[in-house]
């Protein structure tokens, strides 16, 4: 079992290293098409359609992928007050039940995220011409990494001694 467990921390550790990346581009090619849309607005003087679209799907991926990928990392915000004031066995029953309950929001997040994407296909946006499927579609892959990352704080709380 414990191979198991360390077999699957492993890749979700991968992962996580090539959704690091994944945001690291994102976040350039952002950054690229917005300073693009106000060089082209301000000096050019003609807007760009689709830079500014563009920029807003890729920063609902970065959002929704950075938040899972900060929750692995132990960066998103918490409150830290009540689990400082716990012996370590009440630790790990607090981080069950917290992990327990956002497990549950993780998985209605998917679910419901996947009908969302499945009934928005059809859409396309204006500026790109592209689907709204891809947009949405960060949804259902924010919440799977959200759940896989929970699953990997659950196990390693418990794997160290």
Partial sequence: MKLVLTKYMAG??????????????????????IFWQV???????SSLSWSEEIS?????????????YALKKGELIAVELLPELLS??????LLVFVSLFSLV???????YGWEITQSVKVQIAPGTG????????ALPAGGILFI??????????????
């Fill in 12 to 33: 979700v550790d991968s992962l996580n290293r090539v959704i690091g990346w994944i945001l690291a581009i994102m976040i350039s090619l952002m950054s690229i098409f």
């Fill in 39 to 45: 060089l082209a607005r301000k000096v050019l003087g």
């Fill in 56 to 68: 807003r799907f890729l920063m609902v991926w970065v959002v929704l992928l950075g938040a899972a």
């Fill in 88 to 93: 370590e066995k009440g630790k790990k029953i």
């Fill in 105 to 111: 929001f993780y998985i209605i997040l998917t679910i």
């Fill in 130 to 137: 592209l689907s709204m499927f891809w947009v949405y579609l």
């Fill in 148 to 161: 896989l990352n929970t699953f990997y704080l659950i196990i390693e709380k418990f794997m160290k001694k």
